[in-house]
């Protein structure tokens, strides 16, 4: 099956600064790699994602890039403000029939003000 | 949270008793899921639905089981509850053709 690798698990940036976090995929079926943003208590929040026929794509602040030879693909946050302190998720999934994700293991963010 | 609604929110159980979790969605969507998350190992897929009675095993799948009788309810049963299944449990959802997920609030289940 699909195995999803995240990095780092931590990530502390001063409020203004650029943070950059990075998955890995295994399985080169997979074609649909979105975002989520947690808040403590709360559940994933999708907060952008890509599909494999697209290299990047950008909203406001947040943008993604994927490089599917080298099945890899990364979140960037520029302008950090203390609100974007979170713990983010990437997923992969194939986008057959149920659509079924797998998760990498998460990165706890902190800005710093 | 996508119209989507989890109960109960928190739980505390004892080891050997059935714990049963719902999801209730008001999207009308088609495919339902059940993940826990534990530090360390993300979300993981322990039953999805892919309609009405329609349910098949995610990657966690063992000591549960599932229930789906009408599109808005989506049942998760631990028969006889264990300490390894103090986690955090989420419901998400998706419309038929569409890969987006979207996540409920989460239930906090305890066992003792």
């Known amino acids: 099956g699909e195995n999803v690798e995240q990095h780092p698990s931590t990530l502390s940036v001063q409020e203004g600064d650029s943070a950059v976090i990075k998955c890995t995929y295994s399985?080169?079926?997979?074609?649909?790699f979105p975002w989520y943003k947690q808040e403590l208590g709360k559940g994933p929040q999708l907060i952008i994602d890509i599909r494999s026929n697209v290299g990047e794509k950008k909203d406001q602040r947040i943008a993604v890039t994927l490089n599917k030879t080298a099945k890899h693909f990364s979140l960037h946050i520029t302008e950090t403000q203390p609100e974007d302190s979170a713990v983010y998720f990437c997923a992969a999934g194939s986008g057959a029939g149920s659509y079924q994700l797998t998760f990498g293991k998460g990165t706890k963010l902190s800005v710093i003000p | 949270d996508a119209g989507i609604t989890q109960s109960p929110r928190h739980k505390v159980t004892e080891t050997g008793t059935p714990v049963t979790l719902r999801c209730h969605q008001t999207?009308?969507?088609?495919?339902m899921y059940w993940y826990r998350q534990d530090p360390g190992h993300g979300l993981r897929l322990i039953h999805y639905?892919?309609?009405?009675?329609?349910?098949d095993k995610g990657e966690v799948s063992d000591g549960y089981s599932v229930s789906r009788s009408k599109t808005e309810d989506f049942l998760l049963t631990l028969e006889s509850a264990t300490s390894s299944q103090t986690s955090v449990y989420f419901c998400?959802?998706?419309?038929?053709?569409?890969?987006?997920?979207?996540f409920g609030p989460g239930t906090r289940l305890l066992v003792l």
């Open positions: 999207e009308n969507h088609r495919y």
């Open positions: 998400a959802i998706s419309e038929a053709g569409q890969e987006t997920q979207y």
């Open positions: 639905s892919y309609g009405v009675k329609d349910t």
């Open positions: 399985d080169s079926a997979s074609n649909y």
